[in-house]
Each structure stands twice: as structure tokens, then as C-alpha cells.
């Protein structure tokens, strides 16, 4: 089920063995699975999306750096 939420903190994910990449401030939409959460959002005509885990998404949102919406 998707969700709306908004990145108000610094989040990072990081693609495959690479560096940690920071996920932009704004809104962001949300859909968890049994493992991971994938965030998708839009700059511009710029497209993105991220997957992280599910335990990393839930610190992020314990910690206040992505607020879910109501």
C-alpha cells in the first residue's frame, strides 16, 4: 500500500556497493513491502526512486527524517 510522506532530515540509501546517495528534502511517496520500503519522488522532469530496508526506513521515520503524512 503507498503512502505519502516527506524527507525532512538527511536520508541516505545506497545502490548496490556504492556510496551512500542523499535523498533530496520534500515529498516523497512511500510503499512497504515485507523487507524494504521503495521511495519515489519528482524534481523537475527528473525522476527517482530509492529501495532501503525496512529497518533503515523505520529509524529514518522513529528518528523525525521523514515524516509520514496523516
Known amino acids: ?3 505519502t510522506a516527506h524527507i ?7 545502490e548496490g556497493d556504492g556510496p551512500n546517495i542523499a535523498i533530496r ?3 516523497v511517496k512511500v510503499e ?3 523487507n524494504d520500503a521503495t521511495l519515489s ?3 523537475e522532469e527528473t525522476r527517482g526512486s530509492a529501495a532501503m530496508p525496512l529497518a533503515d526506513f523505520k529509524r529514518y521515520v522513529a528518528e523525525g527524517k521523514i ?3 496523516a
Open 1 to 3: 500500500m503507498a503512502q
Open 8 to 14: 525532512v532530515g538527511k536520508v541516505e540509501y545506497r
Open 25 to 27: 528534502p520534500g515529498p
Open 32 to 34: 512497504t513491502g515485507l
Open 41 to 43: 519522488w519528482v524534481d
Open 67 to 69: 515524516t509520514l503524512a
